[in-house]
């Protein structure tokens, strides 16, 4: 079945440091890929999507690219700010039932 | 604005109590939800789909009998947490269905962080 293996953390970093969250996934069709990012005691928040091979997601800093050849889909934000902790999940959807199959979460702490 | 809304936030109850959570989909009808359940510092798993006007459809492993799902009206859905004991303290989810894969398949609730004493 489908499945999203994902960078364990958790990942202490300075503020305007560089972050890559690794993520790949196996799926047997063509999925959509996401990555959810979830603050404390709140629910997830989608930050950038791609739903399909080479399409680049970005959203408040934070760019993904599908990459078909090599079945990944890394987050990454070249400076990041204390606002940005929080658990960044990576999921994937195949297009048939609208389940999300979702990765084992990062946690990340920005340090001031 | 949110697209859904889930309450409570938050419940603080005595064991053997009964605790309903409530997910409403604000912005368009929903014909199916998903419920999650999340242990702390770990991922999602889903527990159920949620259908309007059918049964609910588990995931392997949840006890339906335990974990009463219901889902009258394309706007609303309940989870019930039937004789709850301390070990089913959790933060539950529950996501929208928008069955548009063009933008996101689902659209997340704030959660309910369920404390069994």
């Known amino acids: 079945g489908d499945s999203v293996t994902q960078m364990e953390g958790p990942v202490t970093l300075s503020e305007e440091a560089f972050l890559t969250i690794n993520c790949t996934y196996t799926a047997t069709g063509y999925p959509s890929l996401f990555w959810y990012v979830q603050y404390p005691g709140e629910g997830l928040q989608l930050l950038l999507k791609a739903t399909k091979a080479d399409d680049k997601g970005s959203n408040k800093g934070f760019e993904a690219t599908y990459r078909k050849e090599t079945t990944s889909f890394h987050l990454e934000k070249g400076s990041v700010q204390v606002s940005d902790s929080a658990v960044y999940f990576c999921a994937l959807s195949d297009h048939t039932d609208y389940k999300l199959s979702f990765g084992a979460g990062t946690t990340v702490t920005v340090r001031a | 604005g949110a697209v859904v809304s889930q309450h409570p936030s938050w419940v603080i109850c005595k064991s053997g109590t009964s605790v309903k959570i409530e997910c409403r989909s604000l912005?368009?009808?929903?014909?199916?939800m998903f419920w999650y359940r999340q242990f702390p510092k770990q991922s999602l798993m889903l527990m159920a789909t949620s259908n309007e006007g059918s049964k609910a459809t588990y995931e392997q492993g949840v006890e339906k009998d335990k974990f009463l799902i219901n889902h009258a009206s394309l706007t609303l859905s309940t989870l019930t947490v039937t004789s709850a004991h301390p070990e089913d303290s959790s933060f539950y989810i529950c996501?929208?269905?928008?069955?548009?894969?063009?933008?996101?398949?689902?659209?997340f609730g704030d959660g309910t962080r369920l404390s069994i004493l």
């Open positions: 912005d368009f009808q929903a014909t199916t």
């Open positions: 996501s929208v269905t928008t069955q548009d894969f063009s933008n996101q398949p689902q659209h």
